[in-house]
């Protein structure tokens, strides 16, 4: 009798170990319907465990909603991820570049689902979506918060989007209120190519985040735009001018000499921020590329140190 009660019990465990693991894969592969930003509808996992994030919003959105992803594409201009993310990226994998990811990479990732952000590549999205379901998490030009809202409804975190965009935007207040008069100084965002000095659109990611915080650019620079200028010629420096001046590149080479060399130039020494001491060098991957709430944050963060030595 003992060991047929035994018998019993070692099949009523196993019985309910296999239960167990039946509802623990059927939650973590339990499906829902969305409508990505593209309008495509998609069915992504309800608890998604391994996310790609192929765009540098969905990246940082993934990374501030308590998410890291099982890997992404380096940042555009960039030969890994963007540098203001720092050890938040650490021992992440690179699967491409950005607009290009390397489809055996994304294979090797195994994701569950797959963030491609504005993706305009048809033939790419459906390579894609053979791998893994993915989403269109933002459409091309769209407010970075719109952007994360939607990102943090696809992997079922909306109520931490709410969380982070008020801590943002209690940040903005707070700063703008810390800076007193500088608070209506003007700004002029430049990225340093080799070719010459560009200055970002008015819906640029930076220029949101300097609106936001309710400080003026330069009229030159409020063009309708989320990408930058042309190149600009020495001749035409005085279009980037303003009370504070901040400088960035995507630390290539080419770009950083040829900062070096306008530094030494009579027209840029002439510029009004340059001798007040208010040019300040910046991380281009963050002031000059798309960015989600962590790079948001990072922004102010610069702000706060130029103008106030914070």
Same mark, same amino acid.
């Given at each position: 009798?003992?060991?047929?009660?035994?018998?019993?019990? @070692?099949?009523?465990?196993?019985?309910?170990?296999?239960?167990?693991?039946?509802?623990?894969?059927?939650?973590?592969?339990?499906?829902?319907?969305?409508? &990505?930003?593209?309008?495509?509808?998609?069915?992504?996992?309800? $608890?998604?465990?391994?996310?790609?994030?192929?765009?540098?919003?969905?990246?940082?959105?993934?990374?501030?909603?308590?998410?890291?992803?099982?890997?992404?594409?380096?940042?555009?201009?960039?030969?890994?991820?963007?540098?203001?993310?720092?050890?938040?990226?650490?021992?992440?994998?690179?699967?491409?570049?950005?607009?290009?990811?390397?489809?055996?990479?994304?294979?090797?990732?195994?994701?569950?689902?797959?963030?491609?952000?504005?993706? #305009?590549?048809?033939? +790419?999205?459906?390579?894609?979506?053979?791998?893994? #379901?993915?989403?269109?998490?933002?459409?091309?030009?769209? &407010?970075?918060?719109?952007?994360?809202?939607?990102?943090?409804?696809?992997?079922?975190?909306?109520?931490?989007?709410?969380?982070?965009?008020?801590?943002?935007?209690?940040?903005?207040?707070?700063?703008? %209120?810390?800076? %007193?008069?500088?608070?209506?100084?003007?700004?002029?965002?430049?990225? *340093?190519?080799?070719?010459?000095?560009?200055?970002?659109?008015?819906?640029?990611?930076?220029?949101?985040?300097?609106? &936001?915080?309710?400080?003026?650019?330069?009229?030159?620079?409020?063009?309708?735009?989320?990408?930058?200028?042309? #190149?600009?010629?020495?001749?035409? +420096?005085?279009?980037?001018?303003?009370? *504070?001046?901040?400088?960035?590149?995507?630390?290539?080479?080419?770009?950083?000499?040829?900062?070096? @060399?306008?530094? $030494?130039?009579?027209?840029?020494?002439?510029?009004?921020?340059?001798?007040?001491?208010?040019?300040?060098?910046?991380? %281009?991957?963050?002031?000059?590329?798309?960015?989600?709430?962590?790079?948001?944050?990072?922004?102010?963060?610069?702000?706060?140190?130029?103008?106030?030595?914070?």
């Amino acid at each position: 009798m003992t060991i047929r009660l035994s018998s019993i019990r @070692a099949m009523l465990f196993a019985l309910l170990a296999i239960s167990m693991a039946f509802f623990t894969v059927s939650a973590f592969s339990a499906e829902r319907a969305i409508v &990505d930003a593209a309008g495509r509808a998609v069915r992504v996992p309800v $608890q998604p465990q391994r996310v790609l994030a192929l765009s540098e919003i969905d990246l940082d959105s993934l990374l501030a909603l308590k998410i890291k992803p099982v890997g992404a594409t380096n940042g555009r201009g960039q030969g890994g991820m963007p540098h203001y993310l720092g050890n938040a990226v650490s021992g992440l994998a690179s699967v491409g570049n950005f607009g290009s990811p390397v489809l055996d990479l994304v294979i090797a990732a195994q994701p569950d689902l797959i963030l491609v952000g504005s993706l #305009p590549d048809p033939e +790419l999205l459906a390579q894609l979506s053979k791998i893994a #379901p993915t989403v269109v998490s933002y459409k091309q030009g769209e &407010d970075w918060q719109l952007a994360l809202r939607r990102i943090a409804e696809v992997v079922g975190r909306p109520a931490q989007a709410d969380a982070l965009l008020s801590a943002y935007r209690r940040r903005a207040e707070t700063l703008r %209120g810390k800076l %007193g008069a500088q608070a209506n100084a003007t700004v002029s965002v430049v990225r *340093w190519n080799p070719q010459g000095p560009s200055y970002m659109l008015k819906d640029a990611f930076a220029s949101l985040v300097l609106a &936001d915080l309710k400080m003026r650019r330069p009229a030159a620079q409020m063009q309708a735009g989320v990408a930058h200028s042309p #190149p600009l010629s020495l001749e035409a +420096l005085s279009r980037i001018d303003a009370d *504070w001046l901040f400088v960035g590149t995507l630390n290539t080479s080419q770009a950083n000499d040829a900062l070096s @060399a306008a530094r $030494q130039s009579p027209a840029f020494r002439q510029l009004g921020a340059v001798q007040k001491g208010h040019m300040v060098a910046v991380d %281009g991957s963050l002031w000059t590329s798309p960015g989600g709430p962590l790079a948001a944050l990072a922004i102010l963060n610069d702000v706060e140190k130029a103008m106030l030595g914070g």
